[in-house]
């Protein structure tokens, strides 16, 4: 080797070229819970977040890109968000692997204690019902809505002609008269049963006749019945 001199011609040089890599930086964000009691409204889930793993580099912002969750119905919904990651006017979202641990919104079912309607007929060969229904005094609940009405859909199931005394337990819905749809689902209903009876229906059976005393039993063909 001279000093200063390129003598690479000399060398038989083979390249293993290596990986250079930069992998994406790991943070994990969650979202926050919420829970509402059904009230026939819309509910929207807060776009607030916490980092719960790994850091932002300095300098680098988050910013929420998606509307918050919502939720109508009972049930639950994971509340999504979808964040970017800023370098100033830049983005940088594809330099990050984001985690998402998403909180839960959670509407519950609304509790209502409703009461069946109650009857009492004398039986004439036809059949009798009540379709009646109440929400009680002491309901934990009123309606969501006054567009949400209680309803009877089986009325067969509350219909009797016999003489007898059955609980009236029919199935209650409610509909809503806004939207014209049955939203019974969103309610959980404690029935109070009312109670149909059906009484029998008293016959007076009167028989006459008379003659002057012979000793044999008197037979009479002259009857009438009083209902």
């Known amino acids: 080797k001279k000093t200063g001199n390129d003598v690479a011609k000399y060398y038989a040089i083979t390249y293993s070229e290596g990986r250079l890599e930069i992998t994406a930086r790991p943070i994990t964000v969650k979202t926050e819970s919420a829970e509402w ?21 300095q300098g680098h912002t988050p910013e929420v890109t998606s509307e918050a969750a919502a939720i ?23 330099n990050y692997k984001i985690t998402y641990s998403y909180g839960t919104l959670t509407v519950h079912k609304r509790p209502i ?24 005094a002491d309901s934990p609940y009123p309606m969501a809505t006054a567009d949400h009405q209680l309803r009877v859909l089986d009325a067969d199931a509350c219909t009797y002609t016999n003489e007898g005394g059955y609980v009236n337990d029919p199935r209650v819905s409610v509909y809503d008269a806004s939207t014209r749809t049955y939203v019974t689902a969103n309610y959980d209903i404690t029935l ?5 009876t059906v009484e029998k229906r008293p016959l007076h059976v009167q028989l006459n ?14 009857w009438h019945v009083d209902y």
């Open 192 to 196: 109070r049963t009312g109670l149909i």
């Open 72 to 94: 109508h119905n009972a049930g639950s919904v994971p509340n999504k968000i979808t964040l970017r990651i800023m370098n100033g006017g830049e983005d940088v979202t594809r």
């Open 37 to 57: 009691m059904y009230d026939a409204q819309t509910h929207r889930g807060d776009t607030a977040f916490s980092l719960t793993a790994g850091e932002l580099l």
């Open 209 to 222: 006749g008379e003659k002057i005393y012979d000793g044999r039993p008197l037979t009479a063909s002259d």
């Open 113 to 136: 204690t409703v009461q069946t309607g109650s009857l009492t007929v004398t039986y004439d060969g036809y059949p009798h019902t009540t379709t009646e229904v109440t929400l009680t």
